[in-house]
């Protein structure tokens, strides 16, 4: 009897040393509660306890955890439907706030953001939903965050994994992406061939511009040189009229004759002209050719024949 006694009595020292000294692991907080009520949180470490008067309430994990979100169907703003899922990466601050002021912390959490998935979606169109996650995330974590503060919880991030529409409505944005991309196509072809056109009209132009300046020069030129041919015949008009006011009729011949050999020269040249037909006048040509050749006897006759001007006056005896 005395040694069923001492086992017993061993027993309960060993359970009262259990109970008395108490090891928190790093990462966790354990809440000490006196007679069922909450008085303090132990830390990591060794902490000393007395039995029955105080017990471990709640071991909280003070370390970032992360809670995946199931798959659940949204309807967006434009009545599509789509199926979303998510993850969440929260973080305990307070271990006596979510030990006491929330019965089971993740599943509230997770009721939280599922409820306010559909509610950021809801208010969003398709294109916006696939097209802005990063708003999506945003607008959840600051949501979550605020609504799960009193609870002593800090949510760090809310990342949507997935979005997926349903088969019909992808393989309706397929159609529409690529008539949306043979639209742009037929954009660019035709706008490279309007730029072609401009070109195009743009180099005739330029071209139109250079042939006019070109006619333009060549018509100044061309009146240039008949202004230049008419100062020449002018001039020579006036030493013709000077020579027939001094006396000299050949110079009138030579002028005559030189216009009508120009004349002829100009009809044995004509395309069309098979037969030419000599004049009536030809004897008027022979004596204005006669003329010429009194004007360059003259004129060889005038020559000074030796340095001194006498001797050109004195004809030639004769013996």
Same mark, same amino acid.
Request: zero cysteines; aromatic letters at 6%; charged letters at 25%.
């Given at each position: 009897?005395?040694?069923?006694?001492?086992?017993?009595?061993?027993?309960?020292?060993?359970?009262?040393?259990?109970?008395?000294?108490? $090891?928190?692991?790093?990462?966790?907080?354990?809440?000490?509660?006196?007679?069922?009520?909450?008085?303090?949180?132990?830390?990591?470490?060794?902490?000393?306890?007395?039995?029955?008067?105080?017990?471990?309430?709640?071991?909280?994990?003070?370390?970032?955890?992360?809670?995946?979100?199931?798959?659940?169907?949204?309807?967006?703003?434009?009545?599509?439907?789509?199926?979303?899922?998510?993850?969440?990466?929260?973080?305990?601050?307070?271990?006596? #706030?979510?030990?006491?002021?929330?019965?089971?912390?993740?599943?509230? =959490?997770?009721?939280?953001?599922?409820?306010?998935?559909?509610?950021?979606?809801?208010?969003?169109?398709?294109?916006?939903?696939?097209?802005?996650?990063?708003? $999506?995330?945003? #607008?959840?974590?600051?949501?979550?965050?605020?609504?799960?503060?009193?609870?002593?919880?800090?949510?760090?991030?809310?990342?949507?994994?997935?979005?997926?529409?349903?088969?019909?409505?992808?393989?309706?944005?397929?159609?529409?992406?690529?008539?949306?991309?043979?639209?742009?196509?037929?954009?660019?072809?035709?706008?490279?061939?309007?730029?072609?056109?401009?070109? #195009?009209?743009?180099?005739?132009?330029?071209?139109?511009?250079?042939?006019?300046?070109?006619? #333009?020069?060549?018509?100044?030129?061309?009146?240039?040189?008949? $202004?230049?041919?008419?100062?020449?015949?002018?001039?020579?008009?006036?030493?013709?009229?000077?020579?027939?006011?001094?006396?000299?009729?050949?110079?009138?011949?030579?002028?005559?004759?030189?216009?009508?050999?120009?004349?002829?020269?100009?009809?044995?040249?004509?395309?069309?002209?098979?037969?030419?037909?000599?004049?009536?006048?030809?004897?008027?040509?022979?004596?204005?050719?006669?003329?010429? =050749?009194?004007?360059?006897?003259?004129?060889?006759?005038?020559?000074?024949?030796?340095?001194?001007?006498?001797?050109?006056?004195?004809?030639?005896?004769?013996?």
């Amino acid at each position: 009897m005395g040694q069923l006694f001492a086992l017993v009595l061993i027993v309960v020292v060993v359970i009262g040393i259990a109970k008395l000294v108490r $090891i928190v692991p790093q990462g966790y907080e354990w809440t000490v509660e006196t007679f069922g009520r909450y008085t303090r949180t132990l830390s990591p470490g060794l902490h000393f306890l007395i039995p029955v008067y105080q017990a471990v309430g709640r071991k909280m994990n003070m370390m970032e955890q992360v809670l995946d979100v199931p798959s659940q169907d949204v309807i967006t703003k434009d009545n599509a439907v789509v199926r979303v899922d998510g993850v969440v990466f929260y973080q305990v601050l307070d271990a006596a #706030k979510a030990a006491y002021e929330v019965a089971n912390l993740e599943q509230a =959490a997770l009721a939280l953001v599922m409820t306010n998935i559909r509610t950021v979606l809801g208010s969003m169109d398709l294109d916006e939903s696939l097209s802005q996650r990063d708003a $999506i995330n945003a #607008k959840l974590l600051t949501v979550v965050d605020e609504a799960t503060h009193p609870w002593g919880v800090k949510v760090n991030r809310i990342e949507i994994k997935d979005i997926a529409p349903p088969r019909d409505l992808v393989d309706s944005m397929a159609r529409q992406m690529k008539a949306e991309r043979e639209k742009r196509a037929n954009i660019l072809e035709a706008e490279g061939f309007r730029q072609a056109a401009v070109l #195009k009209a743009d180099g005739e132009k330029q071209s139109a511009i250079l042939a006019a300046e070109g006619k #333009k020069e060549a018509a100044f030129r061309e009146a240039e040189a008949r $202004i230049r041919l008419a100062e020449a015949e002018a001039e020579a008009t006036r030493m013709v009229s000077e020579a027939i006011a001094n006396g000299n009729v050949n110079a009138l011949n030579y002028f005559v004759a030189n216009k009508y050999v120009e004349a002829l020269k100009e009809m044995a040249h004509s395309p069309n002209q098979k037969t030419l037909l000599m004049p009536m006048e030809a004897t008027g040509i022979l004596g204005s050719l006669a003329g010429i =050749a009194e004007l360059a006897k003259d004129a060889m006759s005038q020559q000074p024949s030796s340095p001194s001007p006498t001797a050109r006056r004195t004809p030639p005896s004769i013996s």
